[in-house]
Nanobody
Framework: QLEESGGGLVEPGKSLRLSCSAKGLTLDYYVIGWFRQAPGKEREGVSCIGSGDGTTLYADPVKGRFTISRDDDKNTVYLQMKKLNVADTATYYC?????????????????????WGQGTRVTVSS
């Protein structure tokens, strides 16, 4: 039901915008999180956006470089990524936290999110 897109190969310092769209689900009703998983590493929270208040949260490694946003008309949540570096290489996932109206206190943990997309791969390399 969730589908990520927008990944690809990009040089360090460049930008990408990831999209999270849904079928059969109105995303503006839900808390949405972006996560990533690099090879050999655990999945980690990158950003979260609340439903009612639209509060946005970011993990420290991406603060100031990534921006999460919604387009309710398109039923899509975006993750704008700027100044990408090699450490950002990972598969990126969007997820819904259906039991929450705001980003959970432990939003960086994937345990609070119960609906996941298949992921989109981002590779940052020169």
């Amino acid at each position: 039901q969730l589908e990520e897109s927008g990944g690809g190969l990009v040089e360090p310092g460049k930008s990408l915008r990831l999209s999270c769209s849904a079928k059969g689900l109105t995303l503006d009703y839900y808390v949405i999180g972006w996560f990533r998983q690099a090879p050999g590493k655990e999945r980690e929270g990158v950003s979260c956006i609340g439903s009612g208040d639209g509060t946005t949260l970011y993990a420290d490694p991406v603060k100031g470089r990534f921006t999460i946003s919604r387009d309710d008309d398109k039923n899509t949540v975006y993750l704008q990524m700027k100044k990408l570096n090699v450490a950002d290489t990972a598969t990126y996932y969007c997820a819904v936290a259906s039991d929450w109206g705001v980003c959970p206190p432990e939003w960086t943990s994937d345990e609070e999110f119960d609906l996941w997309g298949q992921g989109t791969r981002v590779t940052v390399s020169s």
